[in-house]
Every structure is written in C-alpha cells, then in structure tokens.
C-alpha cells in the first residue's frame, strides 16, 4: 500500500472550532442534532455523541440511541467514477463514554450475501484489505499527515495499523479494540469500541481529531470515503490531509504507560 504525500491545508484556510480553539479544516462544527455539514469542496465537520448508556459490541446496533442520533451518510467514490455518490448506501456514527470511542455502520447491500467478497478471519491477513471491508481512520493529533486506521470484513475478519506520513503503514501496530459484524434485510453491521487507552491524543477533555471512513465493494471494484479524495491518491485511508474533522468528544486524561525491562 503506497501513498503519495500531500501537503498540509494551509492554516490561514481553517475555520474556528469549539471551545478548544483549535482552528480546524472544515465547515463549523454542528449543533446538535445536526451531526456533519459540509462546504462546497466535500469539507466535512463530523459530531461525535456521548452515550449514557453502555453499547454492546455485538453487531446488533439495537440500543436506543441509534434511533434518537442522525446517522451519517453521503460518501463519495474515489473509484471508479472519482467524485460521484457511492453506488449504495453506508449509514456511520460516532458515540463516546468514559472509556471508549465506538464507531458503528449500517453497510447496504443489494446483493444477497453470497455475492459478496469476503474470505479471511485471521487477524491482519492481508486478504482483508482486498475483501468487502469498513474501515476507519483517527488523526488523533489532527496534523493531517499522521493516525491509526481499524479495517472489518463482513465475516468479522479485521486489520489494524499506523499511518505515517500519509503513507508507511505500521502493520505490527496492535492495539486492543473490539469489534463484531451483524446482517439486516439489506446488508450488514459493524460496531467497533476502540479503548481511549489504546490511543495517544493531545492533553486535554475536548478532543478535535481528524476522521476518514471508507468501504469497499470488492463486487464493484467500488472505493468510497466520508469526504472526497483524489484517485491520484492511491489508497485513501492514508490521505489524511483530506479526511473529515472530528469534533466534541471529552477523552479521559492519559494513563501513564510504563516499560518494565528486567536488569541486567
């Protein structure tokens, strides 16, 4: 997997965010219930929801809360016909508690599921990433160049790894996380839970990050992502220069991660 690099938004075209200050690379953030507006260019603001209530990681997406909460939709082809809608529809959200922040997809397919593509359940098989797959990217620094990417098939089988750069991927990066896939009349499910612990991000409750999600329809040979991103890009999971911006979640502060080594 290889990416060409892109250089970082200039400042002086963010707009202010929230009460972190930090200026971000998109339209303003939403108010509730409004969950991602975007601007003219595929810019995008994405609002993540807290929970009160714990969400069980079992594919099902049955709590309340998907109900009460706009899911996210609109992703946009970078292949084959780069810029137009996807050709099915991808519902996403984007909860928090105290410990995690979860990442759920309501996956649409016409397609009964013996169409589609999906044949390894070994953590970090390299198949996965040419299977049917969901996947999610976090800038947690929000420097637009770097993150950590989490990747499920429709059989449950999933990829984790570091972005440097926009490029370089870390595939010995394994963080613990949980996930589960799930079917509905029309396709199929994922929840993901990814433990604040497993995660470095900056100081401080307000969190701003980046965010790309993208799926693959290996049927179609169909790439589509949260925001656009140029073919010429190579794999868009990378592009992190592009990627959607991730406001309103309260991150715990870190815990102090200690090495021991034995003497000697």
């Known amino acids: 997997m290889i990416c060409a690099a892109a250089a970082p938004v200039a400042a002086q075209d963010r707009q202010p965010a929230d009460a972190t200050g930090i200026r971000i690379d998109g339209p303003p953030p939403p108010d509730a219930p409004e969950t991602i507006p975007r601007d003219a260019d595929g810019r995008a603001t994405m609002r993540a929801v807290r929970i009160g209530e714990p969400l069980r990681v079992d594919g099902a997406l049955s709590e309340a809360f998907y109900d009460e909460t706009p899911a996210v939709t609109g992703f946009v082809q970078q292949m084959p016909d780069a810029g137009a809608p996807s050709q099915e529809r991808t519902d996403v959200w984007v909860f928090f508690d105290d410990d995690n922040v979860y990442v759920a997809a309501r996956i649409w397919e016409i397609e009964p599921e013996e169409a589609w593509i999906a044949n390894a359940m070994q953590r970090d098989a390299f198949p996965i990433i040419f299977n049917d797959n969901f996947s999610v990217a976090f800038d947690t620094f ?19 790894y570091e972005i440097s750069d926009e490029g370089n991927p870390n595939n010995d990066w394994n963080p613990v996380w949980d996930v589960d896939t799930g079917r509905f009349d029309g396709g199929w499910t994922v929840e993901m839970a990814v433990p604040f612990r497993s995660l470095r991000y900056p100081t401080g409750r307000s969190q701003v990050w980046g965010i790309q999600i993208g ?15 140029p073919i010429s890009a190579g794999p868009g999971m990378f592009r992190l220069s592009v990627a959607a911006t991730l406001v309103g979640l309260e991150a715990p502060e870190q815990a102090v991660r200690l090495e021991v080594k034995p003497y000697g």
């Open 142 to 160: 929000y420097d637009r160049r770097n993150g950590v990417a989490f990747m499920v098939n429709p059989i449950g089988g999933f990829f984790d």
């Open 215 to 229: 799926r693959r329809q290996r049927r179609i040979n169909e790439w589509s992502y949260l925001t656009p991103v």
